[in-house]
């Protein structure tokens, strides 16, 4: 059997990464960038290097084709050389010089039409027409996205000439906007490009072709383009209301206002974190104005009603009899916290209509911070470096300094901090030449996206839906879902796994732990599957001072943790180990629900500091395996950062990798 691991992003991933070793977090931002915004043009010209084989392979007597598709081959290698170095003018130059190529090849092809008739040899030549259509395709989807991105090269931080470069950075900003505006026409040719390419290609089977000839691949990188096309295509189709939409987000013609909420990961929730401060901001063609920035605990003072603790409050937080706005977010689907959310908020003195809320966590505060520098905030200093009495980022130390330590004052702005962080990020950003950060920060943003730091929810649905089909707004996915670069929703035989944990008043103890997942799997003899499931946490720093009186600032403390283990639905749990009452520590077996269209395990645990904790659980699921072919969809919580996983199948390690994004797998 073969074995594919598939990581969703908002944008596509080439196939060659599959097989590669996991990026590390310093080298993963810039690299999965730089691939994902070419890959309309780069998969096509694949395509059309890949038609050299077939003709190499199958069309050896026709000399002239084989050298036209060589010259083929050879402009487009050297494009794909200008397209990873990110040259716009270069790639722009060298796509004509393709097309040209691509002609002459196309000439010489009409010469063998007539021995398309022939049997064998005529479908080999069909699919080289076929496969030369695809590359035509490609070739204009790549002109017109090179033609939409030219004019905005600074913003994107690529090479080549650029008008956006005069002005104030808020000119600059409404021009962005205006040349969004203009693209629209552009986005519907790309996308009946890639229609075309795509169909073009579903012409050609590739189980027509040898697994290798004279020792090279054929089917293999075959299957994988044209999976790749498809993907892509799917994808396009589904951004399209997204991208049609941009002008409209970003506040042209009508000004846009946004709920931007921080999240709090090293205080595990839900959707991502501890919701510890918002800020509202309106959008006018482009430009940010702030409207207001606030902690959370001052908009829960605003509440004009009080709202009855639910059952998983009262069950596992400590020492809460109501429920706040700061712990509304108890739904692992963003848009169903978001809806509590806002539900709340529109029930206090501060309220104002939103068009939709955005949600970063303190990974996108760090990464932003390793672009611009440092930056000073109320005396204290907020940078990317390492500090050592965390062990993590400064701007982390000091933001939870100054919003935790206790004090012997009533301190009212005690966490506005995120807001003024917020102003002072855009107008550092803002205020230079675009090509100085706006590229970096945009590459960086799409990043945080792929990794679920950034979570979004619209009220527009159309806008919404495409949010969703980027896997941008943090949904549970399910396979009545109809658009999605998700694979699960296309037929059954796949397996599904989400673990969601939350930090139930452990202070900031999830930027100490640790957490492996070992999800072993038995494949039955009536091909139903049964899982073993192990979950390790490993906390191996010294507890902090955590006493009021002394005044230290608590950071690692015991880990009160609500775990959810959301399982295939109609799944069966047949023993569990490790989980513990909240109220008396005593071992109690995990709970059994339906929720979100899966089966849900329910438990708790308390990891120590200097200690462990392990959660065990073995559970049958009604999903049966198909086709040979054993697939899981393993869905990352937001917030998370650096998970262990390995999946075992029929008592054999078969994959190992570090949770980076929603993750399908393929064995």
């Not at 909420?261 to 482009?286: C, H, S």
């Not at 979570?455 to 896997?471: C, G, I, M, R, V």
């Not at 395996?625 to 990352?636: D, I, P, T």
Request: glycine share 6%; charged share 25%.
């Amino acid at each position: 059997m073969n074995d594919e691991i598939r990581k969703i992003e908002p944008t596509l991933t080439s196939v060659q990464e599959h097989n590669k070793p996991v990026p590390t977090k310093e080298t993963h931002h810039m690299k999965t960038a730089k691939k994902k915004w070419w890959l309309f043009i780069a998969i096509p010209l694949g395509i059309i290097v890949l038609l050299a084989v077939i003709a190499g392979i199958m069309l050896l007597p026709l000399r002239g084709v084989i050298d036209k598709a060589r010259g083929v081959a050879a402009s487009g290698q050297e494009t794909m050389t200008a397209v990873k170095a990110q040259d716009i003018g270069k790639t722009k130059e060298l796509l004509a010089v393709t097309r040209t190529k691509l002609d002459e090849l196309q000439k010489e092809y009409t010469k063998v039409k007539p021995m398309t008739a022939m049997p064998f040899i005529g479908v080999y030549l069909n699919d080289g027409q076929h496969a030369i259509n695809a590359g035509y395709a490609g070739i204009s989807a790549g002109e017109k996205a090179i033609e939409a991105l030219e004019p905005n090269a600074d913003l994107l931080g690529l090479k080549g000439k650029s008008t956006f470069v005069a002005g104030t950075a808020e000119d600059r900003l409404q021009m962005a906007v205006k040349t969004m505006s203009a693209l629209t026409p552009k986005i519907k040719e790309m996308a009946d490009n890639v229609d075309t390419l795509r169909k073009e290609l579903s012409a050609i089977d590739p189980k027509r072709y040898p697994v290798k000839f004279r020792g090279v691949e054929i089917r293999g990188p075959m299957e994988q383009y044209f999976a790749v096309i498809e993907e892509t295509a799917n994808l396009f189709v589904n951004a399209q209301p997204l991208l049609m939409n941009l002008p409209k987000l970003l506040g042209d013609p009508k000004d846009q206002r946004y709920l931007i909420i921080f999240q709090n990961d090293k205080e595990l929730r839900p959707t991502g974190g501890f919701i510890t401060a918002y800020a509202r901001f309106r959008m006018v063609k482009g430009k940010p104005v702030l409207e207001k920035a606030d902690d959370i605990y001052a908009l829960d003072k605003l509440l004009k009603k009080k709202y009855e603790a639910p059952r998983e409050i009262l069950t596992f937080h400590k020492g809460v009899y109501q429920l706040n706005i700061r712990d509304s977010n108890l739904s692992p689907d963003f848009k169903i916290s978001m809806t509590q959310f806002e539900d709340m908020y529109k029930n206090t003195s501060s309220y104002e209509a939103v068009d939709g809320i955005i949600s970063v966590d303190t990974h996108v505060l760090v990464e932003t911070l390793r672009i611009l520098g440092p930056i000073t905030v109320y005396g204290k200093t907020f940078s990317a470096e390492i500090d050592k009495r965390c062990d993590c980022a400064k701007a982390i130390y000091e933001l939870e300094d100054y919003s935790t330590r206790p004090v012997n004052y009533v301190r009212e702005d005690r966490k506005d901090i995120i807001g003024v962080l917020l102003q002072d990020i855009l107008k550092m950003a803002l205020g230079v030449s675009p090509s100085k950060y706006w590229g970096s920060l945009f590459q960086m943003l799409i990043a945080e996206i792929n990794q679920k730091h950034v979570l979004t929810y619209f009220h527009d649905e159309t806008t919404q839906k495409a949010a969703e089909s980027f896997n941008m707004a943090g949904r549970i996915m399910t396979k009545a879902d109809t658009a999605s670069v998700l694979k699960y929703k296309e037929d059954d035989g796949w397996d599904y796994l989400h673990i969601n944990n939350s930090n139930m008043a452990g202070a900031k103890s999830n930027m100490f732990v640790s957490e492996k997942i070992t999800k072993d799997v038995t494949v039955n003899s009536d091909n139903t599957i049964t899982t073993k499931l192990t979950i390790d946490y490993k906390n191996p720093y010294a507890g902090s001072d955590c006493g009021l009186e002394s005044g230290g600032l608590c950071l690692n403390a015991p880990l009160r943790n609500w775990v959810r283990v959301y399982v295939p639905k109609g799944s069966k749990l047949t023993s569990s180990q490790g989980s513990i009452s909240p109220k008396d520590e005593k071992a109690v077996t995990m709970d059994t629900t339906d929720s979100l269209d899966k089966t849900m395990f329910e438990g708790f645990i308390i990891v120590n500091p200097l200690g462990t904790a392990k959660l065990e659980l073995t559970y049958a699921s009604p999903v049966k395996v198909s086709g040979n072919a054993y697939k899981l969809l393993f869905q990352k919580q937001p917030g998370t950062n650096g998970q262990e996983f390995l999946l075992r199948l029929n008592g054999k390690d078969r994959k190992k990798f570090t949770v980076l994004t929603d993750t399908e797998i393929t064995l």
